[in-house]
């Protein structure tokens, strides 16, 4: 007999997560992964911060710890503390009890709880995102039943940011739209406003009624500066209009697997935030009950102990200069070989990934005959690289590029 799912077509693999799936079936030993938007070390391994490595052993020599179920909304220091990394020491929404914390699987959760309240109690029901964007966004409000439209923010022309666009296309939004914001550190571009074209966006976005909903999956991972990359987040905080933020931990504290996030929502008033806060319990509770204890655990221990503070922010420094560096050394690499084309965007965008403006038939090419792995829109990891591999990648794109299929800018 044939089985009930006898007719359901085969998936294709995630465009993302596939890029690592071909490349660990590639035998060749100078195959080299550029696809995972993880940090690596210098020799190309995963790290595990020592911070968490004491955080952790400090929560298993406490015998006291259990393992009971969190509330709905998670563990309630971690959440206090997380409003106040991504808002800010001192805010007046925390201190006005005006902002609701629900502890989330990471990023992805906390936009998928956001987008499925969203779509329960806002009054409008479509979702403006940069192009692009991540490639999960599309898909987690899509899920949500939110409609997803698309607002102008990469120029190819420039591979920098088309801010006459955005605007325009920000400008001609329905009035209550909703408009996701990369907090810092654009996915997949690199590519972030400046501060004065951040409070353009701030001015047009509050005088149009739309309501910001931002991912910060990069805090302090950009710059290298927890406050310097909350900076967009806190103009619109500060403003005292409503928005909601999406956190991370897992690339600033390499919590990748514990899948550690907060959703925040800043409300007007204290009452309000208390109601968001009762709604957005009967969101999770059908979905998957409560969050798990493990890595929010770890995350509220570094957040508030000094001492591992501190140590947490000269350990994120030092992966943000190495990226920083990354980019310094494929410039150079590439100036040297005379490789063709205007290659200063790689060190002026910002964070884990650039955009090289390679098309999908280089990429390929790459792939093919120097066993480089990317996504076929041509962005790499910066966290993939080391100065051994450096030269490898320079060596595939001037092979890439002088083949004949590269526009010169």
Not at 59 to 72: A, C, F, G, T
Not at 115 to 135: N, R, V
Not at 373 to 385: E, V
Request: proline share 5%; net charge neutral.
């Amino acid at each position: 007999m044939d089985s009930v799912f006898a007719a359901i077509a085969q998936a294709p693999e995630d465009p993302i997560l596939g890029v690592t799936v071909a490349y660990n079936k590639d035998p060749s030993p100078i195959k080299l992964n550029l696809g995972v938007g993880a940090y690596r070390t210098e020799e190309g391994k995963p790290l595990v911060l020592n911070v968490v490595r004491k955080a952790e052993q400090f929560l298993v020599n406490d015998q006291s710890r259990v393992k009971e179920y969190l509330p709905i909304l998670g563990l309630a220091e971690f959440n206090k503390l997380s409003a106040k990394l991504i808002l800010g020491d001192g805010c007046a929404a925390i201190e006005e009890n005006r902002v609701a914390t629900a502890q989330c699987l990471s990023g992805t959760g906390s936009l998928r709880v956001g987008a499925e309240f969203l779509a329960k109690h806002y009054h409008q029901h479509t979702i403006y995102i940069p192009l692009p964007s991540w490639g999960n966004h599309l898909k987690v409000f899509t899920m949500a039943g939110l409609s997803v439209k698309t607002y102008r923010y990469y120029d190819p022309t420039t591979r920098g940011l088309n801010f006459q666009g955005l605007l325009e296309d920000l400008g001609a939004a329905p009035a209550g739209a909703m408009v996701l914001l990369h907090a810092c550190a654009h996915n997949p571009t690199g590519v972030d406003p400046t501060l004065e074209q951040w409070e353009q966006i701030r001015q047009l976005i509050r005088s149009k009624g739309l309501l910001p909903f931002f991912d910060s999956a990069y805090q302090g991972f950009a710059s290298g500066s927890l406050d310097a990359d909350a900076q967009p987040v806190r103009m619109f905080v500060a403003d005292g209009g409503e928005c909601l933020v999406a956190q991370s931990y897992a690339k600033n504290m390499g919590l990748y697997g514990e899948r550690v996030g907060a959703l925040s929502i800043v409300c007007k008033a204290a009452d309000v935030a208390s109601r968001v806060e009762s709604q957005l319990k009967l969101v999770i509770r059908p979905m998957y009950s409560n969050p798990p204890i493990h890595g929010a655990s770890i995350a509220a221990t570094i957040l508030k102990n000094s001492d591992m503070y501190d140590e947490w922010k000269i350990e994120l420094k030092a992966m943000a200069d190495r990226i920083i560096s990354m980019r310094k050394q494929l410039f150079d690499a590439l100036s040297a070989r005379g490789t063709p084309g205007d290659w200063s965007h790689i060190i002026k965008q910002i964070g884990m990934f650039t955009f090289t403006g390679l098309n999908s038939d280089q990429v390929a090419f790459m792939t093919k005959e120097y066993h480089i792995y990317m996504t076929s829109d041509g962005r790499i990891s910066m966290a993939g690289l080391s100065s051994k591999t450096v030269p490898h990648l320079a060596d595939a794109i001037h092979a890439a590029v002088t083949r004949g299929c590269y526009k010169q800018i």
